[in-house]
């Protein structure tokens, strides 16, 4: 946590800036954008960290009231599926979603599912979702809706710390945040809906993750990563996490929370716990942190990782026999870890071992993947396992482009990576020079930091349609910078 020595070195008008964008993640979200709540969760990760640690308590009573009252307005499960309820709801619609508005009134009714599956009867069908669009279908994505939700989770967590010091109106709104989490989305995906596989559903969540974890059932087997631990689970270990890190924070929550609710969520820790330990390979080293080596290896997004030179493109997929985790879905584990932490009681065993694991990612993270070129600019290799070739080119016909070597560098933009700077000097030392780049306006460092810092789709050789800056002193990862140098992080 910072000091008050940090809160005082972010400027007010930081601290404002933060409030004002993560206000602007919740209350200002369309809750059918995919795309937008899955960036609004990396982007305001720093943000809620600073407005919880820093903000005035009315900035933070303002975040916790647009956030309750995003929650409360979502449609049910129930609501969606029947035919006549989107019209119904049309009202609702109107303030959350324009795009879904706009394609209701063209179509009327729309097909409705959680992740291509019909929803249970019963009390399934109460559980509020984020209608999300596929096309002209409302396919409710567990992966962005976890996503989503762990934003939420870490207010949740933050503002526990300090609920006692909290307005009435304030623990009401952080009490109705922290059951929406509870129910509609862990309890909800852990035993409730149905669980999406590229085999064939599963029951529900819990069986899917035991399944992989028992490594029996030829459905999680072959190909390999058909048993790989997934975004989807990995975020509802966090978002539980957070919960009962909460719960054992604030009195008033743990008054609110059901025996079978406490019950799941220490199973759901336990489970976490145990991927770490039968899942997290340490390398050649030992003492490393790589999560499923080896069995993402034959998944078409890694056909090409074996491929270590940017032009020409490769024209043949380059195999290899092993692979890591990329380093753009690796970056949500600084988070994962530290929610993990948190949920143990402090100076517990368990607290230990996890953070043991944070030590090891922070190793994995400086001595395999950071590098800096000629200039001083730092990079990312492609994969955890240090390897720096193509990620998902050519993944799909219609997806042409492709992150290529150190491409993938823009995942320290979130500012997760900092997170370990404590644990390791080097990553603090390339967080300064990241940062240093990415407010640059020397031509030079504009130029690297689009090619390297950028989307892929933005890159004319790939297929897209022109070079965007990202960047820039007033950009909002200027923003999370700034917030980790007063934090002490870089």
């Known amino acids: 946590a910072p000091s008050p020595a940090s809160c005082a070195a972010l400027a007010l008008a930081d601290g404002a ?4 964008e993560l206000r602007s993640l919740v209350d200002r979200v369309d809750v059918a954008d ?20 820093c903000g005035t308590r009315a900035e933070r009573d303002a975040v916790l009231r647009a956030a309750a009252a995003l929650v409360a307005a979502l449609p049910t499960a129930g609501q969606m599926a029947e035919k006549s309820a989107v019209t119904r709801w049309g009202a609702g619609l109107e303030l959350l979603s324009p795009s879904l508005t706009r394609l209701r009134q063209r179509l009327g009714a729309l097909p409705f599912s959680v992740d291509g599956l019909p929803v249970p009867g019963g009390e399934p069908r109460g559980r509020r979702i984020f209608p999300t669009l596929a096309g ?57 809906a149905p669980a999406w596989h590229w085999s064939g559903p599963f029951p529900d969540m819990r069986t899917r993750v035991r399944a992989k974890l028992a490594g029996r059932d030829a459905r999680v087997t072959e190909p390999a990563w058909f048993g790989a631990i997934i975004d989807h689970e990995l975020h509802l270990f966090g978002v539980a996490a957070d919960l009962e890190a909460a719960r054992r924070a604030s009195p008033a929550l743990a008054g609110i929370t059901p025996v079978a609710d406490v019950a799941m969520l220490h199973e759901i820790r336990a489970t976490a716990l145990d991927v770490l330990r039968r899942r997290v390979a340490g390398g050649p080293s030992g003492d490393g942190f790589l999560l499923d080596f080896g069995r993402w290896t034959s998944n078409p997004s890694y056909a090409y990782a074996g491929c270590t030179v940017s032009r020409p493109l490769p024209a043949a997929p380059c195999p290899v026999d092993s692979v890591a985790t990329d380093v753009s879905h690796a970056l949500r584990w600084p988070w994962w870890l530290r929610s993990q932490v948190a949920s143990w009681p402090a100076g517990s065993a368990p607290a230990a071992e996890v953070e043991a694991y944070r030590g090891r990612l922070a190793r994995q993270l400086a001595v395999r993947v950071l590098y800096l070129d000629s200039a001083g ?32 560098t823009g995942s320290m933009r979130y500012g997760s990576w900092a997170l370990l700077s404590p644990l390791d000097a080097r990553i603090a030392r390339a967080h300064r020079a990241f940062c240093a780049v990415l407010v640059s306006d020397d031509p030079t460092d504009v130029t690297f930091r689009t090619r390297y810092y950028g989307s ?9 349609l022109g070079e965007t800056d990202l960047y820039g002193p007033g950009s909002l990862y200027a923003l999370t910078c700034r917030i980790g140098r007063a934090f002490g992080l870089h």
């Open 17 to 20: 800036e933060a409030a004002r």
């Open 34 to 53: 995919s795309e937008l709540l899955y960036q609004s969760q990396q982007q305001g990760m720093a943000l809620a960290e600073a407005v919880a640690r």
């Open 377 to 408: 600019r730092p990079l990312t290799r492609t994969y955890m396992d240090g390897r720096d070739g193509w990620y998902r080119l050519r993944e799909f016909p219609d997806h042409p482009w492709g992150n290529g070597p150190s491409t993938l």
């Open 456 to 464: 892929p789709s933005d890159r004319p050789e790939l297929g897209g």
């Open 136 to 192: 002209e279908r409302v396919v409710v994505m567990s992966e962005v809706e976890m996503q989503y939700a762990y934003l939420l989770s870490t207010v949740v967590r933050l503002e526990a710390a300090d609920a006692a010091a909290a307005s009435p109106a304030a623990v009401r709104d952080l009490a109705a945040l922290y059951g929406f989490l509870l129910r509609d989305k862990v309890r909800f995906y852990w035993d409730e």
